[in-house]
């Protein structure tokens, strides 16, 4: 399995999970209907993972390197986190935010295929590389959930008060603490595998420092939570502008002339 299968993978897991979201909130709803999109979710997320471990197997390294490779995983880890929300917390409107992101990135994928191999530089060849790059993935995909959230409850408050309920705010919470949880583990990972790279735990590469302002910036949030929990306006615009931080990090430092020659960037 190479990119080249993709476009197949691709157009059958968003048509699994367009269905999926037509059946779970298209009237009248019954269990028939939630079983249907319960298939759906499941189907599309066993066609990414087996696409995922074949690319891996046919690579013969992790799919972890370029921008193409991350989307992959994030669409794999969305509807994953959608399912664990409506299971643990009950938030079953949740379930649309993150199937329809997850089938952006796999339409962003499709509309700029990858059909080339690029082997791994000697510093990505460590044990450390899978479980930076996956945590950082998983922490990404569950703030960038809490964040989405966050931009849903301003437009309910600056134009829909009567719809907004504080109680929601909870959501966002547990996003952010897992999130924010993965997010920490992914920063001590890097610093033990950039320690046994270049010697060094922290070296203000480019990459380096805006990992830091996104952690920094859910850590406001965090702490406007628990400091102030009564305050909503402050916390929401600042879950919202951690997003934009992250996706600096994530892949808008390509594009930042003073990190043209860091080791972090992903290929493209």
């Known amino acids: ?18 269905i999926a979201i037509l059946f779970y909130y298209l009237p009248p709803v019954n269990k028939t209907k939630q079983m249907i999109a319960n298939a759906c979710v499941i189907l599309g997320l066993l066609a990414v993972s087996y696409f995922i471990l074949t690319l891996w197997i046919h690579l013969e390294r992790p799919p972890l390197r370029t921008l193409g490779e991350t989307r992959l995983w994030y669409a794999f880890f969305l ?7 409506v299971w643990r917390w009950k938030y079953k409107w949740f379930m649309a935010y993150s199937l329809s992101l997850a089938i952006l990135f796999l339409v962003i ?10 082997a791994l530089m000697p510093a990505l060849q460590s044990p450390w590389f899978v479980p930076h790059v996956i945590v950082y993935i998983f922490s990404y995909a569950m703030l960038a959930a809490s964040s989405m959230f966050a931009i849903k409850e301003l437009y309910l408050l600056y134009f829909q008060p009567s719809k907004f309920e504080i ?23 890097g610093a033990l595998w950039a320690k046994e790279a270049w010697g060094h735990y922290w070296t203000w590469d480019p990459k380096e420092t805006w990992a ?27 879950l919202s502008l951690a997003f934009v931080v992250l996706l600096i990090c994530w892949f808008g430092l390509n594009y930042l002339p003073s990190a043209q020659n860091s080791v972090h960037v992903y290929s493209k």
């Open 212 to 238: 830091l302002l996104t952690w920094i910036g859910y850590l406001i949030y965090v702490h406007f939570r628990y400091f102030q929990p009564k305050k909503v306006k402050s916390p929401l615009w600042t």
């Open 167 to 189: 109680k929601t705010l909870y959501l966002g919470d547990n996003l952010v603490y897992i999130g924010f949880s993965f997010l920490t583990l992914g920063l001590l990972f």
């Open 1 to 18: 399995m190479t990119w080249l299968n993709f476009p197949a993978i691709a157009i059958g897991t968003i048509v699994l999970w367009a």
């Open 79 to 85: 509807p994953l986190i959608g399912i664990i929300t």
């Open 109 to 118: 994928n499709y509309l700029n295929p990858e059909t080339y191999d690029q």
